[in-house]
Nanobody
């Protein structure tokens, strides 16, 4: 049974930083394309960033370019999302996704 679990969300002031993590279990292989999405209240889910299977190729939504960085974790089938210079508009539930599998999401709130 495949399971994706996000962690690291919380409340942070504007300009602050957070690091989200996604850990996948039950996957048969070691290399997967992983995508972070987010969904703000009243808005559609949007792609934030994606990393290729071996961690070399990344792309980012324009709204987070230069502030967020996705990477593979040290442990097998783990990924990190470092978020810097956070803005109130970054407030959302953040989800990790691999193919048909989704995590339950972690809440990020940026507020003073």
């Amino acid at each position: 049974q495949v399971q994706l679990v996000e962690s690291g969300g919380g409340l942070v002031q504007p300009g602050g930083s957070l690091r989200l993590s996604c850990a996948a279990s039950g996957l048969p292989y070691s290399y997967y394309v992983m995508t972070w999405y987010r969904q703000a209240p009243g808005k559609e889910r949007e792609l934030v960033t994606r990393i290729g299977a071996i961690g070399r190729d990344t792309n980012y939504a324009d709204s987070v370019k230069g502030r967020f960085a996705i990477s593979r974790g040290d442990a097998k089938n783990t990924w990190n999302l470092k978020m810097n210079r956070l803005k109130p508009d970054d407030t959302a539930i953040y989800y990790c996704n691999i193919g048909e599998y989704w995590g339950q999401g972690t809440q990020v709130t940026v507020s003073s």
